[in-house]
């Protein structure tokens, strides 16, 4: 068999009865990022992509969830003496100077472990590298992974690994919701939403017209992992309300109920979370949801200090100040000032959709149509 570079694709857990789906959501971002590929197929559970340019497609493909990992890798026979000496070849040309190498081997191979392989290619990357002064590391403290995954049949020895976002098949639960930003908090829960496997449709909230610039960028990181390559946005300024978050969230919910009725759409997202908001809070903003005949979704139930985690995968690492900031606010349980069924009918009126089409002058090209200067 003859060596060849693939894209390999692990899905996550949430995904491994999803991989058709999977695979046609890859086709399909790759069709939108004008990425060439010869083939798509598989090997088990792992997807393999035949990429014109590995690296960018690997880039591309990053931006999925239901992703645990995508390494660049060379596919080779599964034999023990191959693997070891692909192993060694490989980290040899990787190694710098001075560096920790740590080999980690994975998967079911056929004759011998996996222990075995690692053993064998750590001893014999120490042999030849010892003019470079490289030297063997440990899981927790390395400077170089060296992984290779083992099937029944083939082995992929990584040339480059990255961490998927994880979570579920995008689209993959065939229903769509509604889901608010306002502000940094609000967007990881729109995030969470798509992670959890819908379709989204976003309307953007906001008081202040300097305050749309911030939301754009915001607005910009989501709508790369949506698979929609032109959306329809709803921006609606908001007049007339306090800066109670309980407040807040019950006029949003009105009105993504009141959208959500509009376009057909049976869920509504909430951007509040047990771990922050009282349970008779979440139980009152619920009801609101039910009272309209739909159903209401919490995307960061149970979610915990991984939310920074999530913000810094996507991209949004700057706002973690401001994510804290919200996660630390003391919840007032109270509706404060109460608008008027006219004020909810001017916000409903100052709505403005804007089509945007995913490309590098998205920013942009949102913030001209809504006449902000930039």
Do not use: W
């Amino acid at each position: 068999m003859s060596n060849e570079n693939y894209v390999v694709v692990f899905p996550s857990l949430f995904a491994a009865n999803k991989i058709t789906l999977l695979i046609r959501n890859i086709k399909k971002i790759l069709k939108i990022n004008n990425q060439r590929y010869s083939k798509v197929s598989r090997d088990g559970n792992l997807i393999l992509i035949d990429a014109n340019d590995p690296v960018f497609t690997s880039t591309t493909i990053g931006l999925l969830f239901g992703i645990k990992q995508i390494i660049i890798a060379k596919k080779i026979k599964n034999d023990f003496t191959t693997v070891v000496d692909e192993i060694n070849k490989i980290g040899s040309s990787l190694l710098l100077k001075g560096e920790r190498f740590y080999v980690n081997v994975q998967g079911v191979p056929k004759g011998y472990v996996t222990k075995d392989v690692e053993l064998s290619a750590t001893s014999l990357l120490i042999e030849n590298n010892r003019k470079i002064d490289a030297k063997p590391g440990t899981e927790e403290k390395h400077d170089k992974l060296l992984f290779t995954h083992i099937t029944k049949s083939n082995a992929y020895v990584s040339i480059f690994t990255d961490k998927g976002l994880g979570g579920t098949v995008n689209n993959s639960q065939n229903e769509k919701i509604v889901c608010g930003i306002s502000d940094e908090f609000s967007a990881l829960a729109c995030l969470e939403t798509i992670k959890q496997g819908f379709e989204v449709k976003i309307i953007v909230f906001y008081q202040k017209q300097s305050e749309l610039i911030n939301l754009v960028k915001i607005l910009q990181k989501i709508l790369s992992r949506t698979l929609q390559t032109r959306s329809e946005i709803e921006f609606y300024k908001i007049t007339g309300l306090d800066s109670n978050l309980a407040s807040k969230n019950f006029l949003f919910g009105e009105i993504l109920s009141k959208i959500a009725l509009s376009e057909k759409i049976s869920f509504v997202s909430l951007p509040i979370s047990p771990l922050v908001f009282p349970s008779t809070l979440i139980k009152k903003l619920e009801k609101k949801i039910f009272d309209f005949g739909l159903i209401p979704h919490i995307p960061l139930s149970g979610i915990g200090f991984e939310i920074f985690d999530n913000a810094k995968e996507v991209g949004l690492e700057k706002y973690i100040i401001k994510i804290e900031k919200t996660l630390q606010t003391k919840i007032v349980e109270k509706h404060g000032k109460k608008l008027s069924n006219e004020a909810i009918g001017s916000i409903m009126a100052s709505k403005k959709t804007v089509g945007v089409k995913l490309g590098p002058n998205i920013i942009h090209e949102i913030l001209d149509a809504l006449e902000v200067k930039h």
